[in-house]
């Protein structure tokens, strides 16, 4: 897909001049285009360029039309590949089958999710934690949750972000009007404040260093750097948030992926359901990229300055903005954490780790400083010196594998290349042998 | 040592009815002020019992945008008030014409394509991950073709989402605040509460029953539910539905042309929402991309929502036309796409493998089945109204009866109506101070409850 390119002139009354790739249905040969008299919306001209896994697409495209015959390995976006365990789609199915029948036909849902699921979220993951199913709202993932914080935050909050991070936080910042301007030499937007996360403080930000900002982004397991977060780090981030009266985003879609008993909720630290959010996803731990269910929790205990509780309007929005996830993906969600479906899932993510395992053991081969891969289906490799992006493009050319350049993520993620450990383990194995020849 | 207590200048009330009155927001910092206990000679430890605690307050402001709204999401309120009605009855036969949510169980021919779908993401060759976030290939080709065939557009036109109440949100972050916008008087919620959230509107006056900020359009039956766009602000966005919901309306050729030219000359953009569109039974348009030059005014947004009982499911699209520009010359469509891919991850694929199904010829016919046994209730609940001498509009076009209550508040008919025969209708002013005086009956329900409400309706209106 591909769209037209239009030479953008700014539109005058009297001499309105775009040229219109225009397709033979459509009114062809017009040269005279209407302009309406809506001013774009200016944060999104704040955005330098497309998303950054569309651009990933788009260069592996590129590659692949001038390459037709290459045997491209992608371990770029973070794309499941294992077939969703039976169990699984089986009560999706079923469930499918049912809204034929009279009985099993459902219309709307709740918005905030079936309570059903929502019981077995707090049930499976926030056991001890005190939160309760109301607490849980399900969602079409954490993508769009993100966004959807965003909107409940407004444009006057002041953000904080891991640097690397997922990009959605920095974009939807953006979006919404809270970043600010781009500084175009550092490459960061001046109301957005970047804790940086490097080997030098072990992927945790020195928080004596950070200013106060009203909401923080964490990620842990982070993507991309891989690490997570300890108790001791995590218990210092609350108090940091307590301290300054913040908001923590905390993002645990990896947390299935821990194998060293960090804490998978930010809810295990005390006093956090005072201070948190946590956002989390069926994507990464049941093969739902396409599926699409995540869950979002807001603790009744979280309030604004002025009292009112977060997740009122949290509420309101999902039941504006939002008409809740859809019930098929919802009965799939609640088989995906019976005893039998929970099992699956971890067998996949073991097979995921060990494809990890596979790839870490590859890049310490050659001698060259690689993190992550421990408790997130992500390696980050340090090419001291190098510009994220060209090596990106190298490794794309001369090994026919997609990854994703540092530099995607944030400015401190520039000399790093994010490997994603998705795949079937044959195409983990050729891309080992590919890189080790290469590299 | 003195023992000091931090106060917070700001008023803490635990009774939820508080919040929806105005407070001031300003502080986005709670001072923390050190005041020593006068009264205390010796420092003593105590305990604080759990309530006499101040409960912990983040410093962030909330945000004054959804401040604004003065009560929650129409339809949710109107579940609160049937669900306590339940609680009042608990043996009563409660029959739901309030929301507008599909009843009947969804064809085989479109249930079948989505099972397996289901069982193809256990397999090698079958399982996909992410999905191209504007929709896949087949969906938006099968949307152009059945919907947009001879109208000039195409499959890069279309986005697949989740369905319409979630892009009408992402085209409002698409616009942002610093954008007007008009709407019909009455009209969905979702298009004024969205507005409200991203900031658009100034503060609810009570008095009118407006935000500030907002143009309404009134439309009555006096004007045959088409606003004087003679009497009508400029605004940069204009939302309009047709069929309409909640009146049923259906704009005409006529009206559609005039409304373009009017977009036309003022620069506005319009977002037509056509959710209904198969409901029509006149020949007026069913998309307004069939009025020329609408494709450099207007962007379109529709569900399977109705058509195909998906209400659960999640599948609609939102047309964009390349030709749509921002006064700069940008594509809309351009940041309409950066806003899918950024805030957004794609409709479930499952349910796109429902929607393709639903696309198919067989899956035309079944879907047609089903709006038809919808508008066939439709009919049932016009007759009745009409032979108890109500004012009845809509029904015609749209699987909503507009019932005319001259001088009642539309909120004690709902009320009424719900305690005497325990039927969930919707209060039109919760569609706007137009939709006073006029109660919301929406069609959906199985052919038994249907005809026992309208009994209902005969007993209490007789």
């Given at each position: 897909?591909?769209?037209?390119?239009?030479?953008?002139?700014?539109?005058?009354?009297?001499?309105?001049?775009?040229?219109?790739?225009?397709?033979?249905?459509?009114?062809?040969?017009?040269?005279?285009?209407?302009c309406?008299?809506?001013?774009?919306n200016?944060?999104?001209?704040?955005?330098?360029?497309?998303?950054?896994?569309?651009?990933?697409?788009?260069?592996?495209?590129?590659?692949?039309?001038?390459?037709?015959?290459?045997?491209?390995?992608?371990?770029?976006?973070?794309?499941?590949?294992?077939?969703i365990?039976?169990?699984?789609?089986q009560?999706?199915?079923?469930h499918?089958?049912?809204?034929?029948?009279?009985?099993?036909?459902?219309?709307?849902?709740?918005?905030?999710?079936?309570m059903a699921?929502?019981?077995?979220?707090?049930?499976?993951?926030?056991?001890?934690?005190?939160?309760?199913?109301?607490?849980?709202?399900?969602?079409?993932?954490?993508?769009?949750?993100?966004?959807?914080?965003?909107?409940?935050?407004?444009?006057?909050?002041?953000?904080?972000?891991?640097?690397?991070?997922?990009?959605?936080?920095?974009?939807?910042?953006?979006?919404?009007?809270?970043?600010?301007?781009?500084?175009?030499?550092?490459?960061?937007?001046?109301?957005?404040?970047?804790?940086n996360?490097?080997?030098?403080?072990?992927?945790?930000?020195?928080?004596?260093?950070?200013?106060?900002?009203?909401?923080?982004f964490?990620?842990?397991?982070?993507?991309?750097?891989?690490?997570?977060?300890?108790?001791?780090?995590?218990?210092?981030?609350?108090?940091?948030?307590?301290?300054?009266?913040?908001?923590?985003?905390?993002d645990?879609?990896?947390?299935?992926?821990?194998?060293?008993?960090?804490?998978?909720?930010?809810?295990?630290?005390?006093?956090?359901?005072?201070?948190?959010?946590?956002?989390?996803?069926?994507?990464?731990?049941?093969?739902?990229?396409?599926?699409?269910?995540?869950?979002?929790?807001?603790?009744?205990?979280?309030k604004?300055?002025?009292?009112f509780?977060?997740?009122?309007?949290?509420?309101?929005?999902?039941?504006?903005?939002?008409?809740?996830?859809?019930?098929?993906?919802?009965?799939?969600?609640?088989?995906?954490?019976?005893?039998?479906?929970?099992?699956?899932?971890?067998?996949?993510?073991d097979?995921?780790?060990?494809?990890?395992?596979?790839?870490?053991?590859?890049?310490?081969?050659?001698?060259?400083?690689?993190?992550?891969?421990?408790?997130?289906?992500?390696?980050?490799?340090?090419?001291?010196?190098?510009?994220?992006?060209?090596?990106?493009?190298?490794?794309?050319e001369?090994?026919?594998i997609?990854?994703?350049p540092?530099?995607?993520?944030?400015?401190?993620?520039?000399?790093?290349?994010?490997?994603?450990?998705?795949?079937?383990?044959?195409?983990?194995?050729?891309?080992?042998?590919?890189?080790?020849?290469?590299? | 040592?003195?023992?000091?207590?931090?106060?917070?200048?700001?008023m803490?009330?635990?009774?939820?009815?508080?919040f929806?009155?105005?407070?001031?927001?300003?502080?986005?910092?709670?001072?923390?002020?050190?005041?020593?206990?006068?009264?205390?000679?010796?420092?003593?430890?105590?305990?604080?019992?759990?309530e006499?605690?101040?409960a912990y307050?983040t410093?962030?402001?909330?945000?004054?945008?959804?401040?604004?709204?003065?009560?929650?999401?129409?339809?949710?309120?109107?579940?609160?008030?049937?669900?306590?009605?339940?609680?009042?009855?608990?043996?009563?036969?409660?029959?739901?014409?309030?929301?507008?949510?599909?009843?009947?169980?969804?064809?085989?021919?479109?249930?079948?394509?989505?099972?397996?779908?289901?069982?193809?993401?256990?397999?090698?060759?079958?399982?996909?991950?992410?999905?191209?976030?504007?929709?896949e290939?087949?969906?938006?080709?099968?949307?152009?073709?059945?919907?947009?065939?001879?109208?000039?557009?195409?499959?890069?036109?279309?986005?697949?989402?989740?369905?319409?109440?979630?892009?009408?949100?992402?085209?409002?972050?698409?616009?942002?605040?610093?954008?007007?916008?008009?709407?019909?008087?009455?009209?969905?919620?979702?298009?004024?509460?969205?507005?409200?959230?991203?900031?658009?509107?100034g503060?609810?006056?009570?008095?009118?029953?407006?935000?500030?900020?907002?143009?309404?359009?009134?439309?009555?039956?006096?004007?045959?539910?088409?606003?004087?766009?003679?009497?009508?602000?400029?605004?940069?966005?204009?939302?309009?539905?047709?069929?309409?919901?909640?009146?049923?309306?259906?704009?005409?050729?006529?009206?559609?042309?005039?409304?373009?030219?009017?977009?036309?000359?003022?620069?506005?953009?319009?977002?037509?929402?056509?959710?209904?569109?198969?409901?029509?039974?006149?020949?007026?348009?069913?998309?307004?991309?069939?009025?020329?030059?609408?494709?450099?005014?207007a962007?379109?947004?529709?569900?399977?929502?109705?058509?195909?009982?998906?209400?659960?499911?999640?599948?609609?699209?939102?047309?964009?036309?390349?030709?749509?520009?921002?006064?700069?010359?940008?594509?809309?469509?351009?940041?309409?796409?950066?806003?899918?891919?950024?805030?957004?991850?794609?409709?479930?694929?499952?349910?796109?493998?429902?929607?393709?199904?639903?696309?198919?010829?067989?899956?035309?016919?079944?879907?047609?089945?089903?709006?038809?046994?919808?508008?066939?209730?439709?009919?049932?609940?016009?007759?009745?109204?009409?032979?108890?001498?109500?004012?009845v509009y809509?029904?015609?076009?749209?699987?909503?009866?507009?019932?005319?209550?001259?001088?009642?508040n539309?909120w004690?008919?709902?009320?009424?109506i719900?305690?005497?025969?325990?039927?969930?209708?919707?209060?039109?002013?919760?569609?706007?101070?137009?939709?006073?005086?006029?109660?919301?009956?929406?069609?959906?329900?199985?052919?038994?409850?249907?005809?026992?409400?309208?009994?209902?309706?005969?007993?209490?209106?007789?």
């Open positions: 897909m591909s769209y037209s390119q239009f030479l953008s002139h700014v539109c005058m009354p009297h001499a309105v001049f775009l040229q219109l790739k225009t397709s033979s249905k459509s009114n062809a040969g017009s040269r005279l285009g209407h309406s008299k809506v001013p774009r200016v944060n999104l001209e704040k955005l330098r360029s497309g998303y950054l896994f569309p651009e990933i697409s788009r260069h592996e495209f590129e590659h692949l039309q001038k390459n037709p015959n290459a045997s491209l390995i992608r371990l770029g976006i973070g794309d499941t590949t294992h077939p365990p039976d169990t699984i789609t009560a999706m199915a079923e499918v089958r049912g809204l034929s029948t009279i009985q099993g036909y459902r219309g709307y849902g709740a918005e905030q999710g079936n699921l929502r019981k077995a979220i707090a049930g499976k993951f926030y056991q001890d934690m005190g939160i309760k199913a109301d607490e849980i709202f399900v969602s079409d993932g954490a993508q769009c949750d993100i966004s959807r914080l965003q909107l409940l935050l407004g444009p006057n909050v002041t953000v904080a972000v891991q640097d690397p991070s997922f990009p959605a936080y920095i974009d939807s910042s953006v979006v919404v009007g809270q970043a600010g301007e781009l500084e175009e030499e550092t490459g960061k937007y001046r109301n957005i404040t970047y804790m996360c490097g080997p030098e403080n072990n992927f945790f930000p020195d928080l004596s260093t950070i200013p106060r900002t009203n909401v923080i964490f990620c842990s397991p982070n993507n991309p750097t891989g690490h997570a977060a300890s108790w001791q780090q995590l218990k210092q981030l609350v108090e940091f948030a307590k301290a300054n009266g913040s908001i923590i985003v905390y645990s879609a990896y947390a299935a992926y821990i194998r060293d008993g960090s804490p998978r909720s930010i809810f295990e630290i005390p006093g956090a359901k005072e201070v948190a959010i946590e956002i989390s996803s069926f994507s990464k731990f049941a093969g739902f990229t396409g599926v699409r269910l995540g869950w979002t929790v807001v603790p009744e205990e979280l604004y300055s002025n009292g509780p977060v997740i009122k309007d949290f509420n309101r929005i999902v039941c504006t903005c939002f008409n809740g996830a859809s019930n098929i993906a919802q009965a799939g969600g609640l088989a995906c954490l019976s005893t039998h479906g929970y099992q699956a899932l971890h067998n996949v993510i097979y995921y780790m060990e494809n990890a395992k596979i790839l870490v053991d590859g890049f310490e081969s050659l001698d060259l400083n690689v993190y992550g891969g421990k408790n997130a289906p992500y390696i980050w490799v340090h090419f001291p010196g190098s510009n994220s992006w060209n090596v990106f493009r190298e490794i794309l001369k090994t026919n997609v990854t994703v540092g530099r995607g993520f944030g400015p401190a993620g520039e000399e790093y290349i994010r490997i994603s450990a998705f795949g079937q383990r044959e195409h983990i194995l050729e891309a080992s042998r590919r890189l080790k020849v290469y590299l | 040592m003195s023992l000091t207590n931090n106060l917070s200048t700001s803490i009330s635990s009774s939820s009815s508080a929806l009155a105005p407070t001031s927001f300003n502080a986005s910092r709670t001072q923390s002020v050190s005041v020593p206990l006068k009264s205390l000679n010796i420092v003593k430890c105590v305990a604080t019992p759990q006499q605690q101040i307050k410093k962030v402001s909330r945000n004054a945008n959804i401040a604004k709204l003065q009560a929650g999401y129409l339809f949710p309120e109107v579940a609160r008030r049937r669900a306590a009605h339940l609680l009042k009855y608990p043996n009563a036969q409660v029959i739901s014409l309030g929301i507008g949510d599909t009843t009947e169980p969804i064809p085989d021919v479109i249930t079948s394509a989505m099972a397996k779908r289901s069982h193809a993401l256990s397999t090698l060759e079958g399982y996909s991950g992410y999905g191209a976030e504007q929709g290939k087949a969906v938006r080709a099968a949307l152009a073709s059945t919907f947009y065939g001879n109208l000039g557009i195409e499959e890069d036109d279309i986005f697949v989402s989740d369905g319409a109440k979630c892009d009408i949100s992402r085209l409002q972050v698409v616009f942002g605040s610093d954008v007007t916008m008009a709407v019909q008087d009455p009209s969905y919620p979702a298009y004024v509460d969205s507005s409200v959230i991203m900031g658009q509107t503060q609810f006056q009570k008095d009118v029953e407006k935000y500030a900020n907002i143009e309404y359009m009134r439309c009555t039956p006096e004007n045959g539910f088409f606003p004087d766009l003679s009497t009508v602000a400029r605004t940069d966005i204009i939302f309009f539905c047709s069929p309409n919901n909640p009146t049923g309306a259906a704009a005409t050729r006529e009206q559609l042309t005039r409304l373009v030219q009017f977009a036309k000359d003022n620069g506005s953009i319009i977002v037509y929402d056509s959710a209904y569109a198969l409901y029509m039974s006149d020949n007026n348009p069913r998309s307004i991309f069939e009025i020329p030059g609408a494709k450099e005014v962007i379109e947004t529709a569900s399977f929502s109705k058509y195909a009982g998906f209400t659960g499911v999640r599948l609609g699209w939102t047309v964009v036309p390349k030709q749509l520009l921002f006064s700069d010359g940008f594509p809309v469509a351009k940041d309409f796409n950066r806003i899918v891919c950024t805030c957004f991850n794609g409709a479930s694929n499952i349910s796109q493998a429902g929607g393709l199904a639903c696309l198919s010829p067989e899956g035309l016919e079944a879907m047609k089945e089903v709006i038809g046994f919808y508008k066939e209730n439709t009919k049932i609940i016009v007759e009745t109204f009409n032979s108890l001498g109500f004012k809509g029904g015609q076009n749209a699987p909503y009866v507009w019932v005319h209550f001259p001088g009642r539309s004690d008919v709902f009320s009424e719900l305690e005497k025969t325990h039927i969930v209708t919707t209060p039109g002013s919760g569609f706007g101070p137009g939709g006073e005086g006029f109660i919301r009956v929406s069609a959906f329900g199985h052919r038994e409850n249907v005809l026992e409400a309208c009994r209902r309706f005969q007993q209490l209106y007789n």
